[in-house]
């Protein structure tokens, strides 16, 4: 159920920004950012980077790395070990420091994800913090993850990560009050990263073109992107994740109740 509730959240919204940024892209420009036909269905299935095949869109990278991360959640609940994920984790940690030297095999960072598993961890902390829970494993883990990220990250990611560890953990103990906003830019991220940056792009030189100031081309740009992505979320993201959803999981559970 976990792969199945993972593909139905990811899939509708990322064929439908893939779509898009393709005739996009083809149509308006960038030309040097458009693909052909084939890089564009094989990009449909996700995992187009493993068989070394180009993004359509340059932010498709990091679906790659959650790919891997799902890949592994799911692995720890198949095999009944989610419950010792903090101790895996710590585990995983060192790992992470030793990969830093130029001499750690390239292929184990990879298939381990080490050089993003800290912020991956941060996230499992901070949830498990939001549910009332503090451990010495927990603290160890957020210590780890910020230690990492001084060493591997420059300062500016450093301060931008130690500030949304601070924010979470204020907010998690003083329980702040939902901003509507950033509710609603939070519901939109998704398809939001999914097509702001090659349509954008589009969309900035085409208003160039025309003889936009930089300035409204931005704001338009800006915009449209925040619509088109409030669109998607509205008419595929959600009523489609759930209509899959829920047709996978009732196909699951025929077929496993009509196995002999």
């Not at 669109?231 to 025929?254: C, D, S, V």
Request: aromatic content about 14%; hydrophobic content about 50%.
């Amino acid at each position: 159920m976990f792969l199945i509730n993972r593909f139905s959240r990811l899939f509708p919204a990322f064929w439908v920004s893939v779509t898009l940024t393709y005739i996009t892209v083809n149509l308006f420009g960038p030309e040097n950012r458009a693909v052909d036909f084939t890089t564009y269905i094989i990009n449909l299935s996700m995992v187009h980077e493993f068989i070394g095949v180009a993004h359509i869109d340059g932010v498709y990278w990091s679906l790659s790395i959650e790919l891997i991360f799902y890949f592994w959640m799911a692995t720890l609940l198949l095999s009944n070990n989610l419950n010792k994920i903090l101790k895996i984790l710590i585990a995983l940690h060192i790992l992470c420091f030793l990969a830093l030297s130029p001499t750690f095999p390239k292929i184990l960072s990879q298939l381990l994800i080490l050089k993003y598993l800290p912020f991956f961890s941060l996230g499992i902390c901070i949830y498990q913090i939001s549910l009332g829970k503090k451990t010495i494993l927990l603290t160890l883990l957020v210590m780890s993850s910020i230690a990492y990220t001084l060493l591997a990250y420059n300062i500016l990611h450093s301060t931008i990560l130690i500030v949304a560890i601070l924010y979470f953990l204020l907010r998690t103990k003083y329980n702040f009050r939902a901003n509507k906003i950033l509710l609603f830019l939070g519901s939109i991220s998704y398809p939001l990263y999914l097509i702001h940056q090659n349509i954008g792009y589009s969309l900035l030189i085409n208003s160039y073109k025309n003889g936009f100031p930089p300035l409204i081309a931005i704001l338009a740009a800006l915009l449209i992107s925040i619509g088109l992505a409030t669109i998607i979320h509205t008419y595929i993201e959600k009523p489609f994740g759930k209509k899959m959803k829920t047709t996978l999981k009732n196909a699951a559970w025929k077929s496993h109740h009509l196995k002999p």
